[in-house]
């Protein structure tokens, strides 16, 4: 998977996390928080709603292609009303309603995969925490004797996947190669062995001061 094959995909993804799912599910039940499921990412709340790669399915299993629909289309036909969370954060995905949802399947699919792998990753850093996929980064992460771990799916900063630790104080030394903290693609790393490898060495240079 080329890096210049992902960045729309995951924008459109991004934008179906935050206006399709984390926003009608804040109003609905109020919380925007997301989980991992495979194929993709699914609310955890009412409404019942997931991404399975490049469709969008309802509670009531129908399948919606994430393709030639605009965002506020795609959620009147899953019955809930497009738009973010209100008055929670600034930024986000910078999408639309009225923009066309354009996914391809391919990206689709890397993209729940790099999710699984986090996923994997964060339960064996500390099977006690529950990964949260957060709408407005989207980036799945835990957080940990104040220290932030966990894996986004790409932003400005770097546009693919990458696996990420992040102190809330400055730490010294080479590891921490990001103004936040540490980041690492995945497409380095490899798998959830080596993702947790990363995240493990992470903790220890966070705590060995």
């Known amino acids: 998977m080329h890096v210049q094959d992902l960045p729309r995909t995951r924008r459109a993804l991004h934008g179906v996390a935050e206006l399709v799912l984390a926003g009608p599910q804040y109003r609905l039940s109020g919380t925007i928080r997301l989980r991992p499921v495979s194929g993709g990412f699914a609310t ?8 399975d790669c490049d469709t ?6 129908l399948r919606l292609p994430l393709r030639d629909v605009t965002f506020a289309g795609l959620a009147e036909a899953a019955g809930v009303r497009a738009g973010a969370p209100e008055g929670l954060y600034r930024g986000g995905s910078g999408v639309q309603p009225d923009e066309p949802v354009e996914v391809d399947p391919a990206a689709a699919e890397y993209i ?5 792998i986090g996923e994997t990753a964060l339960r064996h850093l500390d099977p006690e925490l529950i990964p949260v996929l957060w709408p407005e980064h989207f980036d799945l992460g835990v957080t940990s004797d104040e220290v932030n771990y966990g894996v986004s799916l790409g932003n400005a900063d770097i546009e693919e996947p990458y696996a990420y630790v992040g102190p809330w104080r400055p730490r010294p030394g ?14 380095e790393l490899g798998g959830a062995d ?7 060495e992470g903790r220890r240079q966070a705590h060995d001061l």
């Open 56 to 61: 969008l399915v309802t509670g009531d299993g």
């Open 112 to 116: 729940a995969d790099c999710l699984a």
């Open 194 to 200: 080596a993702v947790t490898a990363f995240l493990e």
């Open 44 to 51: 955890i709340a009412a409404p019942v709603l997931r991404i």
């Open 174 to 187: 080479g590891f921490w190669n990001m103004p936040f903290g540490a980041a690492r693609p995945i497409s």
